[in-house]
C-alpha cells in the first residue's frame, strides 16, 4: 500500500519517530493508525466514522427519546422535596 502524506511535516514527524523508536516509518505510522482506531472504537465511535455522522446519530437518538416521552402518561410527578423524603426522622 502506498500513502501520500498531505501536512509537509507528517513526514519528518513519523521519521523522528522511528528513529527515537528505532523502527521503520512504515510501522511507526501502522501503530499511529492502529491507535487511533482504537481510540475511536473506545469512545463508541465505529471506524471510518466522522465526527458529522456521529452527531447525527445522537440528534436521531435524542428524537427518538422525545418522540417515546410523549407516549407516557400525563401528569406522573414525584415529591423529591427534602420534607418528604426526611419525614418522620428524627423526631
Given at each position: ?14 521519521r ?64 423529591d422535596?427534602?420534607?418528604?423524603i ?6
Amino acid at each position: 500500500m502506498s500513502l501520500t502524506l498531505s501536512h509537509p511535516n507528517q513526514e519528518r514527524e513519523i521519521r523522528n519517530l522511528a528513529k527515537v523508536r528505532k523502527e521503520a516509518p512504515e510501522k511507526v505510522l501502522s501503530d499511529l493508525v492502529g491507535e487511533a482506531l482504537s481510540q475511536k472504537k473506545e469512545n463508541g465511535q465505529a471506524p471510518g466514522e466522522t465526527r458529522k455522522e456521529q452527531e447525527a446519530a445522537w440528534e436521531e437518538f435524542l428524537a427518538s427519546m422525545a418522540d417515546w416521552s410523549k407516549t407516557l402518561p400525563p401528569g406522573h410527578g414525584v415529591d423529591d422535596s427534602r420534607e418528604s423524603i426526611y419525614a418522620g426522622r428524627g423526631e
